[in-house]
Each structure stands twice: as C-alpha cells, then as structure tokens.
C-alpha cells in the first residue's frame, strides 16, 4: 500500500478546471513531485518542489501544497492531458521516496 | 539533453537474480548533483521506487526489497546497474533507471524494459 493515498479516477470536462489531490504525513514536511503517464510511456515530471514546472510543461500545470495535502491544478484541461498522475515525494519512514498509487484522468 | 537507456534480459526464471544496466548520455553518473535510481512498475499497477545510488558509491534501497537488491556504478563507462536476486512472479515488472534531483525530483527516465519472471 501507498503512503501516500490518490484517487483513483478523477475526469474533467474539456476546458475545465481540474484538481488532483495527493494526502500523507510526509507532505508536511516535504514537496510533492507531480509525474504524468501515458499508455506505454514512460511517466514526465510535470511538477516538482514548491510549484516548478520542467521546461517543455506547458502553464495550465500547477502545484500547491496545504497541511498534508498536495494538488497539482490543470487550468483548462485538453484531450492530450488525459493520462495517469502520480505524486512522490520524500518520506520519513525508511524509504527516502514514496509513490502515490496514481490517478487516472480522464477528459470528457 | 540526458538520455538514460535500460538493458538486460527480458525474461528471468524464478529464484534467479534479474540483472539490468542503465547507460546515461548527455550527463554523467559522476556529477554530486544526482541520484541514479531504479524504479518499477507492474503491469496495470502503480509505481514503485527500489533504491538509488549517488556518484561516491552510497546507496539506498527499499526496506522491502532491501535484502534482494544490489544497486552499482561504473563511472567509467558512464553507467549503473541493479540486480535483484531470487525473483518471483511478484518482481514481473517494467523496470526504469530514473535520475533524481537533490530535491527528489525524478527529472529524467529510461523508456522502461519489461522483465518478466517465468519458467
């Protein structure tokens, strides 16, 4: 099991304003890293430390972080943003990185 | 632009010890500034970090895959290595060799290898 817990689906309406949520201990005192994963790809960063995107990650992308939760925002969501979103950040427990068990978007 | 690319075979018997290498481009294994990790994913199933290893050789790995994993490097040849001993069906999986910022961002990755655990 996931130390940090995900929905498992969430779905958008093409334009739309959507939030993705990631909860865990370990988020109060650490940043999340945001990674998007689609069918037989490899996951891409998106998002990571305070709210950085990667070069190449388009700005509807956004992090944000409130007590033990992380958000990653996509502000007008598009057909192509749909795909798997994982969280991970650092954990305290004995594993210096931790996965969330992923969110599938999908895009209506 | 870094480039990570996975090798090794695509198919393991059980009880023997999975072998793969990762080949880095466009940076190197040597820089302070990164951590070289593997990570794993089941087929239809989430992700899942088995251990890292830093350019002086420190490593570490997975409480629960601790026992099985050895993770190395090779500077000479820009690359870095897992091995994960007495497989099972459990440890089918799409391996990815990943670099990782200080910070533990997972900014670059291989494009992944199937193994497969069978007889």
Redesign the interface.
């Known amino acids: 099991s996931?130390e940090l817990t995900q929905d498992p689906a969430v779905s958008v309406a093409l334009g739309q304003t959507v939030r993705i949520t990631c909860q865990g201990d370990s988020l109060r005192s650490?940043?999340a890293?945001w990674?998007q994963q689609k069918p037989g790809q490899?996951?891409?960063?998106v998002i990571?430390?305070k709210n950085i995107r990667?070069s190449g990650i388009p700005d509807r992308f956004s992090g944000s972080n409130s007590g033990n939760t992380a958000s990653l925002t996509i502000t007008g969501a598009q057909a192509e943003d749909e795909a798997d979103y994982?969280c991970?950040?650092?954990d305290s427990s004995?594993?210096?990185?931790?996965?969330?068990?992923?969110t599938k978007l999908t895009v209506l | 632009q870094v480039q990570l690319q996975e090798s090794g075979p695509g198919l393991v018997k059980p009880s023997e010890t999975l072998s793969l290498t990762c080949t880095v481009s466009g940076g190197s294994v040597s820089s302070g500034s990164y951590y070289w990790s593997w990570i794993r994913q089941p087929p239809g199933k989430?992700?899942?970090?088995i251990g890292?290893i830093y350019y002086s050789g420190s490593t570490?790995y997975?409480?629960s895959l601790k026992s099985r994993v050895t993770i190395s490097v090779d500077t000479s040849k820009n690359q870095f290595s897992l091995k994960l001993s007495s497989v099972t069906a459990a440890d089918t999986a799409v391996y990815?060799c990943v670099r990782?910022?200080v910070?533990?961002?997972?900014?670059y990755?291989?494009?992944?290898t199937l193994v497969t655990v069978s007889s």
């Open positions: 996931s650490y940043y890293s990674y490899a996951p891409v960063l990571y430390d990667p994982y991970n950040s650092r004995g594993k210096p990185w931790v996965f969330g068990g992923g | 989430g992700l899942e970090w890292y570490n997975n409480p990815y990782a910022t910070v533990g961002a997972l900014d990755w291989g494009q992944g």
